[in-house]
Nanobody, 116 residues
Framework: QVQLVESGGGLVQAGGSLRLSCTAS????????MGWYRQAPGKQRELVAS???????NYADSVKGRFTISRDNAKSAHVLQMNTLKPEDTAVYYC??????????WGRGTQVTVSS
């Protein structure tokens, strides 16, 4: 059974940095897109960043220039480096991995809180 485990969330002051990691366990097979969503209280879940198997990246406008996504296929892992954090980045962050045929795996979420 595939499980995604996130780590790296926490409390940080505005302007600080956090590094979120997501590692898949179990036999996940061929991984296509990897990425992160976030959901703030009272708001819809939004896509933060994604990366294809070939390394092409996509970012929400609100995080461009501040966040960087990377992946390590050999380790079935991907990382979201978050710099210059703002209070509006406060949310629960969820990682995901897409396999072929539309199968998506989700992590359970990790809380990121940015104080002003």
């Amino acid at each position: 059974q595939v499980q995604l485990v996130e780590s790296g969330g926490g409390l940080v002051q505005a302007g600080g940095s956090l590094r979120l990691s997501c590692t898949a366990s179990g036999s996940i097979g061929s991984m296509n897109v990897m990425g992160w969503y976030r959901q703030a209280p009272g708001k819809q879940r939004e896509l933060v960043a994604s990366i294809t198997r070939g390394g092409s990246t996509n970012y929400a406008d609100s995080v461009k220039g501040r966040f960087t996504i990377s992946r390590d296929n050999a380790k079935s892992a991907h990382v979201l480096q978050m710099n210059t954090l703002k209070p509006e980045d406060t949310a629960v962050y969820y990682c995901y991995i897409d396999r072929a045929l539309g199968v998506r795996y989700w992590g359970r979420g990790t809380q990121v809180t940015v104080s002003s």
